[in-house]
T-cell receptor
Framework: DAKTTQPNSMESNEEEPVHLPCNHS???????IHWYRQLPSQGPEYVIH?????VNNRMASLAIAEDRKSSTLILHRATLRDAAVYYC?????????????WGLGTSLAVNP | DTEVTQTPKHLVMGMTNKKSLKCEQH?????MYWYKQKAKKPPELMFV???????INESVPSRFSPECPNSSLLNLHLHALQPEDSALYLC?????????????FGPGTRLTVT
């Protein structure tokens, strides 16, 4: 079964870029990579997703390795409001057996 | 309106009680989800409804019974729960139950079983 691996925690300074890594070495060709974040006492919030190409949106960028076995979520300028748990998820659709495989999450601390 | 609402926010119930959690969305989404989340853990998928039909049941005990009365509503009926079922229960919806659609989550119901 596919799985995702993330560092347990990371720390950043305000206004600096943050690179959050995720390994998914058993990813299948049709699996999408999603990122969500969860602020304290809230439900998860969608950040970004992609399949093969790098993606940008107003919140973040997603860099996907050429072999798709890893990806990196990039927050270009961290703010205190970005302190959250960031989850890397594989949305798998192998053989009509759809699954959502959540990583354990990276807890991001942002220092003022 | 990109909001998923969940009621109640908090629920305390005894092991012999029957209660229900409710989830609602008005985004026209055709997929709805129930997750269970324990402290400091990622959400665990419990059920997925697609076009009002149960598509996924992740081997959830029968004391949890989902219901999708229409495309906007999702209920989770609870009966004879155990203390270890205490958790945050999250509802989510997405345009469809396929890979590329983002999920919108509600704030959750904090359940305590005594």
């Amino acid at each position: 079964d596919a799985k995702t691996t993330q560092p347990n925690s990371m720390e950043s300074n305000e206004e600096e870029p943050v690179h959050l890594p995720c390994n998914h070495s058993t990813i299948s060709g049709t699996d999408y990579i999603h990122w969500y974040r969860q602020l304290p006492s809230q439900g998860p919030e969608y950040v970004i997703h992609g399949l093969t190409s790098n993606v940008n949106n107003r919140m973040a960028s997603l860099a996907i390795a050429e072999d798709r076995k890893s990806s990196t979520l990039i927050l270009h300028r961290a703010t205190l409001r970005d302190a959250a748990v960031y989850y890397c998820i594989l949305a798998s659709n192998a053989g009509n057996n759809r699954k959502l495989i959540w990583g354990l999450g990276t807890s991001l601390a942002v220092n003022p | 309106d990109t909001e998923v609402t969940q009621t109640p926010k908090h629920l305390v119930m005894g092991m012999t009680n029957k209660k229900s959690l409710k989830c609602e969305q008005h985004m026209g989404h055709r997929a709805m989800y129930w997750y269970k989340q324990k402290a400091k853990k990622p959400p665990e998928l419990m059920f997925v409804y697609s076009y009002e039909k149960l598509s996924i049941n992740e081997s959830v005990p029968s004391r949890f019974s989902p219901e999708c009365p229409n495309s906007s509503l999702l209920n989770l009926h609870l009966h004879a729960l155990q203390p270890e079922d205490s958790a945050l229960y999250l509802c989510a919806s997405s345009q469809d139950w396929v890979n590329g659609y983002e999920q919108y989550f509600g704030p959750g119901t904090r359940l305590t079983v005594t």
